[in-house]
Structure formats: structure tokens, C-alpha cells
């Protein structure tokens, strides 16, 4: 710096001063160190926040205790300090040594620092439409799935979850809803590595932030990127001695509802009452049935709550981790250890799910320019289970006639419905699966010192999947009560014969990506621009072995089994793709006011035939701040942020299937020649070399804003998408003369899919009470434009012009009442009193297939919303988040009809208002009511409302736990899927289908956080 010094000892009087002698003397500035700590709002401390000289490369990491050094040219040093989640902070340096930074919650400010694809951006400068969580939201959560944790918590997120069972609850993804006929998953980054697997199984606690690209600014994916993309982000080490953050959970589960079947007295009724319909003689008598009323001969009469005999009131949970991070100036490092286990609700059943994670990240500075890093990631999947399907076993239990035995009341089992008793589980051998993902990435960053903003970085990645699955099914037996004799019968349930198949997969993935970025301001312009290119290649292959005829269920192994040759059958397969691509970014904007940006991929899929692999996939962008105008400060200077964008973007999906340009060949058709015989091979489905990825082409428009200091924040998206090229088949086959079984899928459909999103905020401090409220409102309707549809004579039948999905069924008016209406109504045969009415949409006096119609609706909700509500005072803190969705529709196909001739039972729901004579305004129809197809009768809306998770906590005082060398220690109990309120369907849980499978559950929980 310069120090300007005057010779006279005092300032002159008069204007000659400037005569006086002046000397100028350059003095070196003096470099500072300037330490400090960070936290949140609530006075806890945030590890891994980047503090950075402004304009310039130099930076650090605060440590766990969210402590920092950094040293300063000067004391007008502006320094930021930014995280994702938090609104970024820039101070400057001034003449203090030691400073707190309180960084404020950016779930409501548009100053938040988001990730995208290949980087980061601020919201205030983002022009696309992207949403995000932070870890610590997902971790609030007991449910061990992250993807489950992800409901009610994203604008345009969806996720429904079917089922609970222990390691098989993945949830269904989409982003948008389905605007395809054709797959329709999103593209999952993992730590910046497209298709990577296992996001459901990643520890909650090493995750950073999840970001949701729903625009055309994921066209930077290329044709993997037309559903949308989701990219996670795990967590890094910070710089300090090493701390340790310990988390242990225990809980229990329970399905959040399971349907009320009937009582055996009840059931012997309807039976009965069928039997009647039928013209047959009753087949319980009175004296019977008073018998199960009062279960009063459990022998002869046995009466079986399969509900309570089968399931236990819960299931344990289990979860805990320990994560470690720390560094010196030049290293950080992070390695976390995670164990989950996980029971099951069945009472005799030996299914038990176990998950071992572990991380392990480390970045070294090699120099002040150069720097590497190297993150590993595995996690252990062993799960065993019944080898009977899980939904096979609910059916047994909710379909099961209660008058059959399932316990004796000398402790001997007995068959159940088929010999399929839930009890017997344990009997019947087991099902495992030993699953293991390896992944890992290396990576290096290079600055260039003589070109300031200029950056290279590289990355290897190489992923190793192991599956190891192990089917063993024994044959069992189980006991009947024999009236005769007075003694149980010992019968055989089963094959009869052990039978094992041992199946072991595994699949391999490599990626190498190279970027090269230049972002540098100049003067109010700032520039970015960023190109590089990627090269990856996937394989995966599996064998399997089958024997059977174990001299001994005791071994579990191959080489226990018969060598006879009808005792044994092998196979396997393998398959391989590959990507390259190259891709790029250029982003300006001016003033941070008028925002440009511009990305690309030039991508290539192995999938296709040659000449048709590659394609050009762009993305435009514009965002204008009308906040930044001095005209609008000017008018409302109570607006924070007020932001109009726009984007544009071409974007693909090559989830079509490999290889459909080539020929397929079949084995089949043994032929003889020479006297011998040989195998012979067909010809399958004709290839098509033209074929191609599909294409979307997606068109946002937003507006954004926030007002009063963050006070209030909204965000308004309407967007609307065109998909074309979607493969799907004509509508006619080809003749088999030659062998052809039928002509190959074509690029010929094309759907429409449109909507809108809202997304509102609030957030305050009242006295010490600190709230954030945050509601998202989602609508998406999908359209089919063209399919080759079979020519129909009615146009109600023609899916063109339907939402995708959208279903044949036949249209309901209600119950026969009387045999009056069912004589005005001629157009169904064999019809009474108590059937469904179904319409006749056709008027031909007959009721056939030609009276289906189009139903606009299916499983996947038009409307979703969510609510996340987060409330501190002093130590305590309370989460809540809501969940909810409309005009999603589910066939209950399990309960339609009463007394069925295999003695199913039904629920209590369908029988407690039936049609009979005596109650003809029942609102359900006659107990063996003619059931014609699926009719809009039994379908019901999957409309709910539900209280998805809820946390409570409490910090204790540093003041308490200080004197033991605690950093921190909180104590928290938690819920998941804890209430809902559902508008028809109230005999199950509405977001399940069919109401026969394992039901999603319901999780309360207890835990502590320690930091030390």
C-alpha cells in the first residue's frame, strides 16, 4: 500500500502548504490472520462452510465446530462465506482478529447456493427451475430409504410409496408426473456420476443436498435427461483436529393400516347368504355359527384371527452412525460408518434386512494451484426372506377363511388357506440376498496461476456391484384336526421336494470426465464458461444354478442337490452399453440483473446402430431481476427479490432397450437330420436400424420473488413438455410365414405434458421462537398425441387425447335396487337385485366390451402438494411435514366380492352395508354380485392427507455438557407416516394398491446426536 507522510510538523494556515517538501514511501502491506466460528440461527455450529477472499481464488473450510482461519492481504478484505442451504455472507475483514458469522436458513431466499449440473450457481442468478433440499432435512427423517424421506418435500417431486417390507420399499420417482409411454425414471447423479445406483440405500447422514433439474437446463444430461434429474451431493471433510459426530436411532414399525376382514361368525353369515343367491342349501348351520361366535369348540370349530395371529403389533429398527472429519491447512478428510437393521412384522417369517455403510473422502492440496481428492463409497445389502412372495403372504392372511385352523390350542399349526398357513414361514426355507455397491471416484483440480478464473478438473470413477441371491425352498408340513379319530394328521405342504436356485450378477462401470472452466468477473459483467467431455462404458452379467432332490433342507448348498439331469438347469447372460459425450455451459450475466445462460451436450449411446448414435441436445435461459431496477427499488423497496426467467431446452432418453437394430435370434423348434436330433433356432423380432432415443422438448416460464427481508418468498412455474419419438409398436403384426413374430417398436409416439407449480414460504422470529414455513403445490396432466391405435367405431375408446395410462373400464351407475329396475334394464344378462349397474355407453342394448371407455386418471396423482414447517425456541426445535395428494385412482380388486367359492374372506368394509332384500339402499352390491371388468364402482380416489414425518428435539446446554468435552448433545424422537386422513378410502392405506401387499409403515422412533 502507499503511506503518504508530510515533512511540517503541523498543517499550514495559508494555501502555499503544497509548497512544502512531500514524501512518498511505499510500505509493504502486512498479511493478517483472521479466525472465527460459524452457526446457524439457533447458535449451532456449521461444518463446511467456504469461506473465500471475494474476486479470488484463496479459500478454507470451517471445521466441524464450525471454527476457521484465513489470512488477509489487508482490513479491506471482503471475505464470503457461503453454504448450500444458507444464505451467502460478505464481510469485511476490518480490524478485528476473531469474528462470529451467523449464517441465516436460504430455504426461502434466493441467495441460496444451489447445485446444477457440473457446479453450483447462487439462486439470485439461476435461470432454471431447479429445486433442492439439504441433507439435514433428509436426515430428520427415521425412514432408512432416502428416496421415501424426498415425499411432500420438492415442487414437481413425486414419490409414492406401495409397500414397507424391509429392503424392498423403494419408492416410485417421477419428476413432472409421466409424460412417456415408455420408461419413465429419472436420471439419478451420484457425486457427478449419471446412472449411478443404490440412491434408496445411501446413508442419510452423508448426504449434502439433493437437487431436482426439471427444465431445459438438464439438456447438459443429453438423452438420459428427458425425465428429469436428480443429482446428489455427499458431504466433505472440513479442516480442524479430528471430530466426531455420533448418531444412534432406535425404533419400531407397524403398517399404517391394514383392512378389517371378517369375524368367523360374520363370515359363516355371508357365506351362507351366497350359498342362498346360488340356489343351494346354507353350508353353516345356526348352531354352527352360534359355535364361532362363541368359540366355544376351537377343535371341531376353530376361530382364526389371521390378523393377530400372524403379525406383530411392531417390528424393530435400528440405526447408527459415526462420521469423522478433520485436516490439517492442506488435507480434509471424512469417513463415516453406518448399520441399519430392520425386523419385520410377520411373526413366523425369517425376514430381517441389515445395511452396512461406509465413506470414506479425502482432498489434499497438493499446491496453492493443484489439489486431489478421493471419495469411497460401500455399502453391504443382506437381507433374508421367506421364499413365499410377500404378497402371497398378505393374501393368506386378509383373504384366509377364519373358520380354518392357523393355531391349535395345543400349539400345533395348522394348514390355513391352500395349506398356506403365515405360520409356516419359518418352515418353508428362506430367500437371501447379499448385495454389495463398491463406488468410488479420484479426482484432481488445476488453477492456473497465470490466467486468473481459469480452471481444469478430471475424474475417474469406477463402480462394482456384487449380487448374491440364494432361493431355498423345503417342503413342510402341518397338522389337521381329525374329528374321528380324535388325533391330529400330519400332512405334507409344498412340492413335496427341496428345490434351490443360487443366482450371482455382477455389473462394472467406468467414467472418466474432464472439465475445463473460465468464470471471472469484469467490472458489473460476469462470464462463465465451461466445456468438457465424458467417456463411460457399463457391463453386467449373471449365472445361475438350479437343483433339486436335497438328501438333507439342512445344506443349503449346489453340491447337495440330485445330478440327475431332470434335477438341473444352469444359465446366464451378459451385457454391456456405452456413453461418450462432450458438454458445455456459457452463463453471463450483467450486474447480476440480466441473466444469459447456455448449455449443450453432443451425446452418444452405444444402444443404437451406427450412424444413429449421437445427438445434439441445447438448452437456452434468460432471467431478468426487476428488483435490481433502480424504477422498482425505488416503488417497493420492501421486495427483496422479484425475478422473471424463461428456459427452453431439447433434452433425450435412450431408456429404450440395447441393440433393437440388430437381429434377435431364439432357440426352439428341435429338427432331426442324419438321425440326429438338433436345436433349432428362430428368427425374432425384425431388427429396425433407424431407431432412435426419444426427444423432449421442454419450456418453463417462473417468476420468483421474495419480500420483506425473506419475510415472505413465492415462486410461480408454469411449464409444459413435448415428447415425440417415442418407441411403441404398430398396430398390426407381421405374418409368421417367415418365421417373423411381429414388426419392431418404431419412434412414432408423441405425448403432451403440462402444469404448473407453486411454492410459498414464510419465515419470522418472534422474541426467541424462530419458524420457517414452506408450502409446494404441484398440478401436471399428461396427453397422448399420437399412438398406433387398433381403429375403433368409438372415439370414447381411443387413448389419443388421454392422459398416459389412461385405462379401458366399464362406467358404474350405482345398484340395482329392486327387481323392478333390473327388469327396465334389459341390456345385461343374468343380472338381479344387488349387481352393479354398468352403463351402456353405445345404446345397443348390450352390454360388451364396446362399452368400455377411456378413463382419464390413473395411479399417478394430478395434484400434489407438500408442507414443511420447522419452529426453534431456546433448545428446543419441532420438524413437521406434510404430504398429500389427489385424483390418483386404485381398483380394489381384493374385496369385489363376498363368498367366493374358495372360501375367501373379505373385508369388513364390503359386507357391513350390503345389498339384501332386508336393506336394499345398501351402498355395497349383493354379496355374489356379478362382477363385469373393471368398473368405475370399485375404484376409488387415492386422495390423502398425511403427516409424513415429525421431530422433536432438545439441545442440552453447552454449560452442562462442557465440563465433559462434548461439543454437542441432542436428543430428539421422531415418526414417520404417523397420521393420515384419506378422503374414500378408509379400510387401508391409500397410497398402497390392492390392499393385499405388504402395507407401507408407519415408524416412531428415538435418538441422540453427539458431537465430540
Known amino acids: 500500500m502507499l503511506a503518504v507522510t508530510a515533512s511540517a510538523a503541523s498543517k499550514p494556515t495559508n494555501h502555499n502548504y503544497f509548497k512544502k517538501a512531500i514524501s512518498i514511501t511505499n510500505v509493504k502491506a502486512v498479511a493478517e490472520t483472521i479466525t472465527g466460528t460459524i452457526t446457524d440461527n439457533q447458535g449451532q455450529p456449521l461444518p463446511g462452510v467456504t469461506i473465500k477472499i471475494k474476486d479470488a481464488t484463496t479459500g478454507t473450510t470451517s471445521d466441524v465446530n464450525g471454527k476457521f482461519s484465513i489470512t488477509v492481504p489487508d482490513t479491506k478484505t471482503i471475505l464470503t462465506f457461503s453454504m448450500i442451504g444458507f444464505e451467502t455472507q460478505e464481510i469485511t475483514a476490518g480490524n478485528s482478529r476473531s469474528i462470529t458469522i451467523v449464517l441465516k436458513d436460504a430455504v426461502s431466499s434466493l441467495d441460496e447456493v444451489v447445485v446444477v449440473g457440473y457446479g453450483e450457481q447462487k439462486k439470485a442468478t439461476l435461470a432454471g427451475s431447479v429445486a433442492t433440499v439439504s441433507g439435514k432435512e433428509i436426515s430428520q427423517n ?54 449411478r445406483g443404490s440412491f434408496s440405500r445411501l446413508n442419510a447422514e452423508d448426504i449434502e443436498s439433493i437437487s431436482v433439474l426439471k427444465d431445459g437446463s438438464a439438456a447438459i444430461y443429453g438423452n438420459r435427461a428427458a425425465n428429469g434429474v436428480i443429482l446428489v451431493t455427499t458431504k466433505k471433510g472440513t479442516k480442524g483436529k ?23 361368525a360374520t363370515f359363516a353369515e355371508v357365506y351362507n347368504e351366497t350359498m342362498l343367491y346360488r340356489g343351494s342349501a346354507p353350508y ?161 483440480a488445476f488453477k492456473v496461476p497465470w490466467v486468473q478464473g481459469l480452471r481444469f478438473d478430471v475424474s475417474y470413477n469406477f463402480d462394482l456391484t456384487n449380487n448374491f441371491d440364494k432361493n431355498f425352498s423345503t ?43 473460465y468464470e471471472k468477473n469484469f467490472g458489473q459483467h460476469h462470464v462463465l464458461a465451461m466445456v468438457g467431455g465424458e467417456q463411460q462404458w457399463q457391463s453386467n452379467r449373471n449365472a445361475n444354478a438350479y437343483r433339486r432332490n436335497f438328501l438333507s433342507t439342512n445344506f443349503d448348498q449346489i453340491n447337495f442337490g440330485s445330478n440327475a439331469p431332470a434335477d438341473i438347469a444352469n444359465g446366464g447372460s451378459a451385457g454391456r452399453s456405452a456413453y461418450n459425450n462432450y458438454f458445455g455451459r456459457l452463463g453471463y450475466d450483467f450486474a447480476s440483473k440480466y441473466i444469459f445462460e447456455f448449455v449443450f451436450r453432443y451425446d452418444g449411446s452405444q444402444n443404437f446402430a451406427p450412424g444413429q448414435r449421437y445427438g445434439f441436445f441445447p438448452g437456452a435461459s434468460a432471467a431478468w431481476r426487476i428488483s435490481e431496477e433502480k424504477f422498482f427499488k425505488a416503488q417497493f423497496p420492501f421486495v427483496d427479490q422479484l425475478k422473471l426467467r424463461a428456459t427452453y431446452g431439447s433434452l433425450g432418453s435412450d431408456n429404450v432397450g440395447s441393440f433393437q437394430y440388430a437381429q434377435f435370434f431364439t432357440f426352439g423348434g428341435n429338427y432331426v437330420f442324419g438321425g440326429q436330433d438338433f436345436q433349432g433356432i428362430n428368427t425374432g423380432t425384425l431388427p429396425n436400424p433407424t431407431f432412435t432415443w426419444e426427444t423432449s422438448r421442454k419450456t ?62 414464510h419465515r419470522n422470529n418472534i422474541g426467541k ?86 378413463f382419464d386418471y390413473n395411479n399417478i396423482p394430478k395434484y400434489t402438494f407438500g408442507m414443511n414447517m420447522d419452529f426453534q425456541y431456546k433448545a428446543f426445535d419441532l420438524n413437521i411435514s406434510l404430504q398429500g ?87 430428539f424422537a421422531n415418526a414417520f407416516n404417523l397420521l393420515t386422513w384419506s378422503k374414500e378410502i378408509k379400510w387401508a392405506d391409500p397410497e398402497a394398491n390392492g390392499y393385499v401387499g405388504y402395507p407401507p409403515v408407519r415408524t416412531i422412533n428415538l435418538g441422540a446426536n453427539i458431537r465430540f
Open 769 to 854: 421462537l424462530t419458524y420457517n414455513l414452506r408450502a409446494n403445490f404441484n398440478y401436471q396432466r399428461s396427453t397422448v398425441l399420437f399412438i398406433d391405435e387398433v381403429p375403433r367405431t368409438f372415439a370414447y375408446q381411443n387413448a389419443t387425447g388421454h392422459p398416459v395410462g389412461a385405462q379401458l373400464i366399464y362406467q358404474a351407475d350405482g345398484i340395482f335396487r329392486t327387481q323392478a329396475e333390473v327388469d327396465a334394464y334389459p341390456h345385461q344378462n343374468g343380472i338381479k337385485p344387488g349387481d352393479v349397474k354398468i352403463v351402456d355407453l353405445n345404446g345397443d342394448g348390450i352390454i360388451n366390451a364396446n362399452d368400455q371407455f377411456r
Open 475 to 517: 417342503p413342510y408340513t402341518y397338522n389337521q384336526y381329525n374329528a374321528t379319530t380324535g388325533n391330529f394328521d400330519v400332512l405334507n405342504g409344498g412340492s413335496g421336494i427341496a428345490e434351490l436356485r443360487d443366482t450371482y450378477s455382477q455389473s462394472m462401470s467406468s467414467l472418466y470426465n474432464y472439465r475445463m472452466t
Open 885 to 971: 395428494q389427489a385424483k390418483a385412482y386404485t381398483q380394489d380388486g381384493a374385496f369385489t366380492q363376498l363368498g367366493n367359492v374358495d372360501f375367501s374372506n373379505s373385508a369388513v368394509y364390503r359386507a357391513t352395508d350390503r345389498w339384501t332384500a332386508a336393506n336394499p339402499n345398501g351402498s355395497m352390491p349383493r354379496t355374489d354380485a356379478i362382477q363385469i371388468g373393471t368398473n368405475t364402482f370399485f375404484l376409488k380416489e387415492q386422495a390423502f392427507v398425511r403427516v409424513k414425518s415429525l421431530e422433536f428435539g432438545y439441545t442440552i446446554p453447552t454449560s452442562v455438557i462442557s465440563k465433559i468435552k462434548i461439543s454437542s448433545v441432542r436428543l
Open 142 to 195: 427415521p425412514s432408512p430409504n432416502v428416496t421415501a424421506t424426498l415425499a411432500g418435500k420438492l415442487p414437481g417431486l413425486i414419490v409414492t410409496q406401495r409397500g414397507g417390507e424391509p429392503g424392498r420399499d423403494d419408492p416410485g420417482i417421477l419428476i413432472r408426473g409421466n409424460g412417456t409411454t415408455g420408461n419413465s425414471s429419472p436420471l439419478i447423479v451420484i457425486d457427478g456420476v449419471p446412472g
Open 284 to 444: 353353516y348351520t345356526p348352531d354352527v355359527i352360534q359355535t364361532y361366535r362363541n368359540n366355544s369348540d376351537p377343535l371341531r370349530y376353530p376361530v382364526s384371527d389371521w390378523v393377530g395371529l400372524t403379525l406383530k403389533p411392531y417390528a424393530a429398527q435400528q440405526r447408527i452412525n459415526l462420521q469423522m472429519t478433520g485436516g490439517g491447512d492442506n488435507s480434509r478428510y471424512l469417513v463415516s460408518f453406518g448399520r441399519t437393521t430392520q425386523d419385520n412384522n410377520f411373526k413366523n417369517n425369517p425376514t430381517f434386512s441389515k445395511q452396512y455403510n461406509f465413506r470414506a473422502k479425502l482432498d489434499v492440496d497438493i499446491s496453492k494451484y493443484l489439489s486431489v481428492g478421493a471419495n469411497i463409497n460401500a455399502i453391504i445389502l443382506d437381507r433374508t426372506y421367506s421364499p413365499v412372495n410377500t404378497n402371497t403372504n398378505f393374501v393368506n392372511i386378509l383373504q384366509a377363511n377364519p373358520t380354518l385352523p392357523g393355531l391349535y390350542p395345543n400349539g400345533l399349526l395348522g394348514g390355513g388357506r391352500l395349506a398356506e398357513n403365515p405360520l409356516l414361514l419359518d418352515r418353508r426355507g428362506r430367500f437371501t440376498e447379499f448385495n454389495v455397491p463398491l463406488q468410488s471416484t479420484f479426482t484432481a
Open 700 to 761: 418453463d416460464i417462473a417468476l420468483e420473488g421474495s419480500l420483506w427481508k425473506g419475510l415472505l418468498s413465492f415462486e410461480f412455474i408454469y411449464f409444459r413438455e413435448n415428447r415425440s419419438n417415442i418407441l411403441a409398436q404398430r398396430n398390426f403384426s407381421a405374418s409368421n410365414v417367415f418365421g417373423f413374430t411381429s414388426l419392431p417398436p418404431e419412434n412414432i409416439g408423441r405425448t403432451r405434458n403440462g402444469g404448473y407449480e407453486l411454492t410459498v414460504g
Open 242 to 264: 479430528p471430530q466426531f459426530n455420533l448418531t444412534y436411532n432406535y425404533g419400531f414399525q407397524n403398517p399404517t393400516k391394514i383392512p378389517e376382514v371378517l369375524d368367523a
